[in-house]
C-alpha cells in the first residue's frame, strides 16, 4: 500500500510539472483580434499586414479590454537585456528604471540582465511582481562580437529555466529607454520591430544580398526591413529564433563571410512571418525630426555620451 502511495505521488508531481510546462509553452488564451485592436481609427498608417498581422500604433488598440482579458491568467513576463561594460554605466541604468515603470505595468515581470562582465547593477528597488536575474557570460567563450555572445547567453539560459519561468519574452538592446507604457497590447507569438528609418523610406531595402550567406534575400523579395533592438514572442518562438539566426551567423564566419544580426533577423521573418508588428513608436531615434505618423513614442533610442 505504501508503495503504491508513493506512486501515486511520483505521478501527481509530474503531471503537476507537465501541466505547467503546459501553461508555459503556448497555450495562453489570446483576446480576439476584434475585441482589442480598431485599425480603423488609424487610417493614415498600415495597421494590418498582407498575412493579417496587426501593426500597433497609437489609437489603434484597447488596453482596458486586454487587461480585463489577461486579468485572471496569471501571466509573467521575462525581458532581457544585454549590458557590456563599456556601455553599462551609460544606459543600462535609464533602461531598466524606465522598464520598471513601464514595462507591462501591473504583469509579474523577471529581468534578466547579461553582463560581460560583473558590473554592479544600479540600485533599483523592484516594484511589487516585479524581480531580477543576472546572467554572466562564461569567460571561456570567445566570439568574434558582443551580439554573438549576447545571443549564445540568451539561448542557454532560455533552454535551461528562462522557457519555463515566463509566458512572454521580450529581448531589448540596453541603448532603449521607455517613454510610456509597454503593455499587453505587444504580446504575441512572435513580434517584430518595424525598423524607424527603413520603414518610411521608398528605396531598396538593405537585405543581405549576397547569395552565398545564410541571410540572402534575393532582390524583389521581402516585405518590411526589421530592427533588431527589440524582438519578443513566447519563450519557445524566441528561443526558435535566437537558435536560428546563430547557426547562420556561425555558418557563415565559418565561411568566411560576415554580416549583422539584424540581416539575419530580416532573413528570418522572411521565412517566419512575425504574428505582431510594433510601429516605428517603439523604438523611435530622437536624432531624427518626428513624421506625422508618429503620435507617440513609447521607447526611443538612448543618445551615445
Given at each position: 500500500m505504501k508503495f503504491k502511495r508513493i506512486?501515486?505521488?511520483?505521478?501527481f508531481i509530474v503531471t503537476l510539472l507537465m501541466a505547467k510546462l503546459y501553461f508555459r509553452n503556448g497555450q495562453v488564451k489570446e483576446l480576439q483580434l476584434s475585441a482589442w485592436f480598431h485599425p480603423r481609427k488609424r487610417p493614415d498608417v498600415l495597421t494590418v499586414t498582407d498575412w493579417l498581422a496587426p501593426v500597433l500604433w497609437e489609437g489603434t488598440f484597447s488596453r482596458q479590454a486586454?487587461?480585463?482579458?489577461?486579468r485572471d491568467q496569471n501571466l509573467t513576463m521575462g525581458l532581457a537585456t544585454c549590458v557590456s561594460t563599456r556601455t553599462a554605466s551609460d544606459h543600462m541604468e535609464r533602461f531598466l528604471r524606465s522598464a520598471a515603470v513601464h514595462f507591462m505595468p501591473g504583469q509579474r515581470v523577471i529581468f534578466y540582465i547579461i553582463l560581460d562582465s560583473y558590473v554592479e547593477p544600479p540600485d533599483i528597488e523592484p516594484?511589487?511582481?516585479?524581480?531580477?536575474?543576472?546572467?554572466?557570460?562564461?569567460?571561456?567563450?570567445?566570439?568574434?562580437?558582443?551580439?554573438?555572445?549576447?545571443?549564445?547567453?540568451?539561448?542557454?539560459?532560455?533552454v535551461s529555466h528562462i522557457r519555463e519561468e515566463v509566458d512572454f519574452f521580450f529581448s531589448m538592446d540596453s541603448s532603449l529607454f521607455f517613454q510610456g507604457d509597454f503593455?499587453?497590447?505587444?504580446?504575441?507569438?512572435?513580434?517584430?520591430?518595424l525598423h524607424i528609418w527603413w520603414y518610411f523610406q521608398n528605396q531598396?531595402?538593405?537585405?543581405?544580398?549576397?547569395?552565398?550567406s545564410e541571410a540572402y534575400i534575393p532582390l524583389g523579395q521581402g516585405d518590411f526591413y526589421y530592427g533588431d533592438t527589440i524582438l519578443g514572442g513566447t519563450p519557445w518562438q524566441v528561443l526558435d529564433l535566437v537558435e536560428w539566426c546563430l547557426?547562420?551567423?556561425?555558418?557563415?564566419?565559418?565561411?568566411?563571410?560576415?554580416?549583422?544580426?539584424?540581416?539575419?533577423?530580416n532573413k528570418y521573418f522572411f521565412l517566419h512571418k512575425p504574428t505582431k508588428l510594433l510601429s516605428p513608436e517603439y523604438g523611435w531615434d530622437l536624432r531624427f525630426n518626428l513624421p506625422p505618423q508618429v503620435r507617440y513614442i513609447k521607447v526611443a533610442q538612448q543618445q551615445e555620451v
Open positions: 506512486l501515486f505521488l511520483i505521478s486586454l487587461r480585463r482579458h489577461y516594484r511589487p511582481l516585479q524581480s531580477f536575474q543576472i546572467l554572466m557570460m562564461d569567460e571561456e567563450w570567445w566570439l568574434p562580437s558582443l551580439k554573438l555572445m549576447c545571443l549564445k547567453v540568451l539561448e542557454e539560459h532560455l503593455g499587453l497590447e505587444t504580446l504575441g507569438t512572435l513580434v517584430a520591430q531598396i531595402l538593405p537585405y543581405e544580398r549576397r547569395s552565398s547557426k547562420g551567423m556561425v555558418q557563415d564566419l565559418q565561411n568566411g563571410l560576415n554580416s549583422t544580426f539584424e540581416k539575419y533577423l
